[in-house]
């Protein structure tokens, strides 16, 4: 995925301007930076959920396989099953099952035949690394499930429908230590089935998890703009710009 001059407003308002960077193949890319410097709603344009939301605009080009995703080429819906969303809680659809949970977005896209339906999500499940915890209990509510776990399950409702890229908002915010930790080492090995870009507050997190890293400020005119985008590895240990270096060392945010 690609972003050119990207910018978001909200009922003329300037959230989010000027990005320009990519989301990388089967690479997580970080987006980090202060409280309200635009990374949830840069992220958030990247499947159109601002569609959503009475008086947003999004500006500039989005590219998915070098198609405009904000032309009209590609239905809505359509784009949201190939750039899924993980959101900072974990939002089980509540009175349905584990089963139900991950094979909701199989059915709402028209897949029939139960043992196609069985066979996806046990392996989105096992891509989850959740399989063995819930394989004798998937008729039992997703909500039964402990915070860690019902994150997990999103994660492989998301995967269920094969997405190109996986979105996901602070997805350990809401979970302990240990929870995290599984999520964390989840993520180094979803890369190889899709493209990740997280939004994370945690410096250490982003460092651990991410292949590429875009920090976003706030601007005088408040709104959010790109500093710096690269590696990782270069943006923590030799950054290119003075205010990354301030942020990542912990001098502001």
Same mark, same amino acid.
């Given at each position: =995925?690609?972003?050119?001059?990207?910018?978001?407003? +909200?009922?003329?308002?300037?959230?989010?301007?000027?990005?320009?960077?990519? $989301? =990388?193949?089967?690479?997580?890319?970080?987006?980090?930076?202060?409280?309200?410097?635009?990374?949830?709603?840069?992220?958030?344009?990247?499947?159109?959920?601002?569609?959503?939301?009475?008086?947003?605009?999004?500006?500039?080009?989005?590219?998915?396989?070098?198609?405009?995703?904000?032309?009209?080429?590609? /239905?809505?819906?359509?784009?949201?099953?190939?750039?899924?969303?993980? +959101?900072?809680?974990?939002? /089980?659809?509540?009175?349905?099952?584990?089963?139900?949970?991950?094979?909701?977005?199989?059915? #709402?896209?028209?897949?029939?035949?139960?043992?196609?339906?069985?066979?996806?999500?046990?392996?989105?499940?096992?891509?989850? $690394?959740?399989?063995?915890?819930?394989?004798?209990?998937?008729?039992?509510?997703?909500?039964?499930?402990?915070?860690?776990?019902?994150?997990?399950?999103?994660?492989?409702?998301?995967?269920?429908?094969?997405?190109?890229?996986?979105?996901?908002?602070? /997805?350990?915010?809401?979970?302990?230590?240990?929870?995290?930790?599984?999520?964390?080492?989840?993520? =180094?090995?979803?890369?190889?089935?899709?493209?990740?870009?997280?939004?994370?507050?945690?410096?250490?997190?982003?460092?651990?998890?991410?292949?590429?890293?875009?920090?976003?400020? =706030?601007?005088?005119?408040?709104?959010?703009?790109?500093?710096? #985008?690269?590696?990782?590895?270069?943006?923590?240990?030799?950054?290119?710009? /003075?205010?990354?270096?301030?942020?990542?060392?912990?001098?502001?945010?």
């Amino acid at each position: =995925m690609e972003l050119r001059d990207v910018r978001v407003d +909200f009922s003329g308002v300037c959230a989010v301007r000027d990005v320009t960077m990519g $989301v =990388m193949r089967n690479r997580v890319t970080a987006l980090i930076g202060p409280s309200g410097s635009g990374k949830t709603t840069l992220l958030r344009s990247l499947n159109r959920l601002h569609d959503l939301t009475h008086g947003a605009k999004v500006s500039g080009r989005i590219t998915l396989d070098g198609l405009d995703i904000y032309d009209g080429s590609i /239905p809505s819906l359509l784009l949201r099953s190939r750039i899924g969303m993980v +959101f900072q809680r974990p939002n /089980p659809f509540p009175g349905k099952s584990i089963y139900e949970n991950v094979a909701s977005g199989l059915v #709402f896209n028209g897949i029939r035949g139960k043992a196609l339906i069985d066979d996806i999500v046990e392996q989105s499940l096992r891509s989850a $690394v959740l399989w063995d915890a819930v394989k004798d209990r998937l008729k039992q509510p997703a909500t039964d499930l402990s915070g860690g776990e019902q994150q997990r399950m999103c994660i492989a409702r998301a995967l269920a429908v094969e997405p190109d890229i996986l979105l996901m908002d602070e /997805p350990t915010s809401a979970l302990d230590p240990i929870a995290t930790q599984q999520i964390e080492d989840l993520l =180094m090995s979803l890369k190889a089935i899709t493209s990740i870009a997280i939004v994370t507050h945690n410096m250490q997190q982003a460092q651990r998890t991410s292949d590429y890293c875009a920090f976003l400020l =706030m601007g005088e005119d408040r709104a959010g703009e790109l500093i710096e #985008f690269d590696r990782t590895d270069k943006v923590f240990n030799d950054p290119a710009d /003075p205010r990354t270096v301030d942020y990542i060392a912990g001098r502001f945010g």
